[in-house]
């Protein structure tokens, strides 16, 4: 009888299961089960799929979807989970932008803290990953994922960045942090909230200090991001100089960009896609 030879996996596969693990499919447990309104897109023209991030001698994972036959380097847009992390929605969000041309990539921003997939309520996911997760470190991963974009097809020089209720957030903390990108889309970002050594400083404190302009989308029916904040924040760009702005929709809810979920709004979802699109043009970031 012959003796079986042992298998090494080859590195190039081992990588490659450890980032379709790390990304996934599907969406997280908190928001199951999901709305009949969930949008898919496919990835017809397209390549996408998860990809890795080279940091600090780690890799971070990321889904990444880009036109399959453009020629040249691609604007880049930046996607900032919502805190359920790189799930089903996210991953659309990017193929939506590549179908539009552009080079979109998510990156998995609590990888070193856990799986936000694995948590079945909100308040559990927050508690035990999302409030151990540092802003110094999402900055520095976002730097990261950037300059991996500009050297995968992108053009880091026609860059901007959009993200979704805890990555809205994030956005304004980035168009603060980064003289790299040229714009930035927050999607219903919460403008002000105690500060810790994770979190210490909010976008209401950082208006003075954006180095690109930011679009804020944000829903009059809200009730985690209140009407007077939205209004400080205004004046305080105002004050500032800024030509960022805001613009509310008076009938949406929080995440009426998601549409997996009963806060969707299918209307203002797209007037404020649109715009999102404009605003990125506007500022030198077109296919």
Not at 251 to 273: I, K, T, V
Request: aromatic share 8%; charged share 20%; glycine share 10%.
């Amino acid at each position: 009888m012959a003796t079986p030879r042992s298998f090494t996996p080859h590195p190039d596969d081992e990588r490659r299961h450890f980032l379709q693990l790390a990304i996934g499919t599907g969406f997280a447990l908190a928001v199951r089960p999901v709305a009949a309104t969930t949008i898919v897109t496919d990835n017809k023209g397209l390549t996408a799929g998860p990809v890795g991030v080279p940091i600090n001698g780690a890799t971070l994972p990321a889904y990444m979807a880009r036109p399959a036959t453009a020629k040249g380097a691609l604007p880049v847009v930046l996607v900032v989970q919502e805190i359920f992390g790189v799930h089903e929605h996210i991953q659309d969000v990017c193929r939506r932008l590549a179908k539009a041309g552009y080079l979109a990539i998510a990156p998995e921003l609590y990888f070193r803290q856990g799986n936000p997939r694995e948590y079945p309520s909100t308040q559990e996911l927050v508690s035990k990953l999302v409030s151990k997760v540092p802003d110094k470190q999402v900055m520095q991963d976002l730097d990261a994922t950037l300059a991996w974009a500009g050297s995968n097809g992108g053009d880091a020089k026609r860059a901007g960045i959009t993200g979704f209720c805890w990555g809205g957030r994030i956005v304004w903390l980035y168009a603060a942090h980064s003289p790299s990108i040229k714009a930035g889309v927050a999607w219903y970002g919460r403008l002000a909230a105690d500060s810790n050594a994770m979190t210490p400083k909010h976008p209401l404190d950082l208006a003075g200090q954006l180095k690109a302009p930011v679009l804020g989308l944000y829903g009059g029916l809200d009730k985690s991001i209140p009407l007077d904040t939205i209004k400080d924040m205004q004046g305080r760009l105002a004050k500032a100089g800024s030509s960022s702005r805001l613009i509310v929709y008076p009938d949406a809810e929080h995440g009426f960009n998601a549409d997996y979920r009963p806060s969707y709004n299918a209307e203002a979802a797209r007037d404020a896609w649109g715009k999102m699109l404009d605003w990125f043009a506007q500022h030198g970031i077109k296919p």
